[in-house]
């Protein structure tokens, strides 16, 4: 059964701290994995998107990497800010079918304190 | 920042109503998308159209449909609100084109902000 399961569930760290965040995945055949941040009550905003043949893909603070072989990524925030608080949603597409079947994680609830 | 647009942000309804939740992109993508969501779950995909004219039903069942009669827009309509319906509705656009998705890059999703429909 394709799955994607994320921890932890939530995390409170502080400001200025880094964190990682946790996916893995039994979709296959595995296409590619995107991570998203959703503010509450928005909907979710791209942050990285990686084939199999990525194994590091950065955006300003935030560096997610991908092990297509143990099927595992990690999202990782650099010098949290107020701002980061937030779910984090793993997403993987599978190849070949029609519109590129996307399954969901549940997603980390990150929340960043002064 | 993604040009993608719902309305209304939040409503609440009795049950019986009919509905229509809104949604419009200026993107100009022929792939749009509604999912559902309700508090610490994932998204379900419930409708999707590869373009004007093209209406598909997700994975999830829904008592929903939906229309494509132009690329920009995309409404969601509920012929009898219950309760069971309360969620969040989201939908969403990507700039692929055709059935199959190749490109990742080209697939990358943009949402509206949802609407948040309470069935009472």
């Known amino acids: 059964k394709n799955q994607v399961e994320q921890s932890p569930q939530s995390l409170i760290i502080l400001e200025g701290k880094n964190c990682t965040l946790q996916?893995?995945?039994?979709?296959?055949?595995?296409?590619?994995l995107r991570w998203y941040k959703q503010d509450t009550g928005r909907g979710p905003v791209s942050l990285t998107i990686?084939?199999?043949?990525?194994n590091t893909k950065s955006n300003g603070r935030y560096t997610a990497t991908l092990d297509a072989d143990t099927k595992q990524s990690s999202l990782h925030i650099t010098a949290s800010q107020l701002s980061d608080s937030a779910s984090y949603i793993c997403?993987?597409?599978?190849?070949?079918?029609?519109?590129?079947?996307?399954?969901f994680g549940r997603g980390t609830q990150l929340t960043v304190w002064p | 920042e993604a040009d993608i647009y719902q309305t209304p942000r939040y409503l609440v309804i009795g049950t019986g109503k009919k509905i229509t939740l809104e949604c419009s992109q200026t993107?100009?993508?022929?792939?749009m998308y509604w999912y559902q969501q309700d508090p610490g779950m994932e998204l379900h995909l419930i409708h999707y159209?590869?373009?004007?004219?093209?209406?598909e039903k997700g994975d999830l069942s829904s008592e929903s449909t939906v229309s494509r009669i132009r690329t920009e827009h995309f409404p969601l309509t509920l012929e009898s609100a219950r309760p069971s319906h309360t969620s969040q509705y989201l939908c969403?656009?990507?700039?692929?084109?055709?059935?199959?998705?190749?490109?990742?890059?080209?697939?990358?999703?943009?949402f509206g902000s949802g609407t948040q429909l309470s069935v009472l």
């Open positions: 969403a656009s990507s700039a692929g084109t055709g059935v199959k998705a190749t490109d990742p890059t080209n697939e990358k999703l943009f």
């Open positions: 996916c893995n995945y039994t979709v296959s055949p595995f296409s590619n």
């Open positions: 990686m084939t199999f043949s990525e």
């Open positions: 997403v993987v597409s599978d190849r070949g079918s029609t519109l590129g079947r996307l399954y």
């Open positions: 993107m100009g993508h022929d792939k």
């Open positions: 159209s590869y373009g004007v004219n093209s209406t």
